[in-house]
C-alpha cells in the first residue's frame, strides 16, 4: 500500500545528542503526545539514528507532562480508516518498536502523566521504565473498539505474565503505578516532582562505564528474532570475543599485572 504516514497530522519526535546519552521526545502536546502519522515516520527516522549513535544510553519521554496518550485520533479516524491502512500503521510500527528494543542502547521510558493504548505499548519497547507515582497506564484498546498492534500484546506478557496481560488488554482499567512496580511493567517508581533527578540517579551508573561495553552487554541480550539456543550462544560468543581484544578490556586488565 502506498501510504505516506509522514504527512498525516502534526507533531514531532526529536532527538537530542549529549555525551553517550540520547533523549527522543514525543511532542503533541494539544493531545498528551498522541502519535500522529508525522510522528510515526519521524520516529522511524530517530530509531534510524540511534542505530549508528555510539552513545550507551537512551531516554524516551513526552513534552510537558504526559508520555504519550496513544495514536492521535484526528488522525487515525480519519486518514487511516481503511483496513490496509490500519495493517500498514499496524506493521510500520511493528518494526519500529522493535529496532528501538533491539538497539545497542539501554532504553529508559521515562512515564509522567498518561500512557494509554499506543503510549502504554511504546513504553514495552523500552528496557527500563520509571513511572511517575501519580502516572496513569492504561491498554485502552478495547475499550475504543481495537486490539493491541504495535506489538505491545506479545511484550506486555514477557513483562508481566500472561494471565495479568490479558486482565490489562481485556479489562482497559487504568494500572495503578504500584501495582505496575509489582508486576514488573514499571522499574522504579518517582514522584512527579523529581523526574530528571530520578532519571539521573538511574542512568548514572550506566554512564560512567565505557560505552562500548554497555552496548556490548546489552547486544548480547538481542540475538536474532527466532534463534534456536545453539544461535543464541553463537551470538554471545561473538560479541564476546571480539570484547576480548578490545582496547577497554586492556586498560582494565593494566591493573592486574
Not at 505496575?180 to 523526574?195: C, I, M, N, Q
Amino acid at each position: 500500500m502506498n501510504l505516506d504516514l509522514g504527512s498525516l497530522g502534526v507533531g514531532d519526535v526529536t532527538l537530542k545528542r549529549s555525551g553517550d546519552l540520547a533523549t527522543v521526545t514525543l511532542s503533541n502536546p494539544e493531545v498528551h503526545n498522541a502519535i500522529s502519522g508525522r510522528m510515526m515516520s519521524r520516529l522511524a527516522a530517530v530509531v534510524e539514528e540511534l542505530e549508528s549513535f555510539d552513545g550507551s544510553v537512551v531516554v524516551v519521554r513526552g513534552a510537558g507532562h504526559s508520555f504519550c496518550s496513544g495514536a492521535d485520533l484526528r488522525v487515525v479516524g480519519k486518514s487511516l480508516d481503511s483496513r490496509e491502512a490500519g495493517e500498514h500503521m499496524s506493521r510500520h510500527m511493528q518494526e519500529v518498536l522493535e529496532r528501538l528494543r533491539s538497539l545497542p542502547l539501554v532504553s529508559v521510558a521515562l512515564v509522567e502523566g498518561v500512557a494509554y493504548g499506543g503510549g502504554a505499548e511504546l513504553l514495552t519497547a523500552c528496557d527500563h521504565r520509571l513511572v511517575s507515582k501519580e502516572a496513569r497506564i492504561r491498554f485502552i484498546h478495547a475499550k475504543m473498539g481495537v486490539s493491541v498492534g504495535w506489538g505491545g500484546g506479545a511484550r506486555l506478557v514477557e513483562l508481566v505474565g500472561r494471565e495479568f496481560a490479558i486482565r490489562c488488554l481485556t479489562t482497559a482499567a487504568i494500572i495503578p503505578p504500584e501495582t505496575a512496580l509489582l508486576k514488573g511493567l514499571a522499574t522504579e517508581l518517582f514522584v512527579p516532582e523529581r523526574s530528571d533527578e530520578a532519571l539521573s540517579a538511574f542512568i548514572e551508573p550506566i554512564l560512567k562505564l565505557p560505552s562500548a561495553s554497555v552496548r556490548a552487554n546489552k547486544l548480547a541480550l538481542c540475538p536474532p528474532i527466532g534463534a534456536t539456543h545453539t544461535q543464541v550462544m553463537s551470538h554471545e560468543r561473538s560479541i564476546f570475543t571480539d570484547r576480548w581484544v578490545s582496547k577497554e578490556r586492556s586498560t582494565a586488565m593494566r591493573r592486574y599485572k
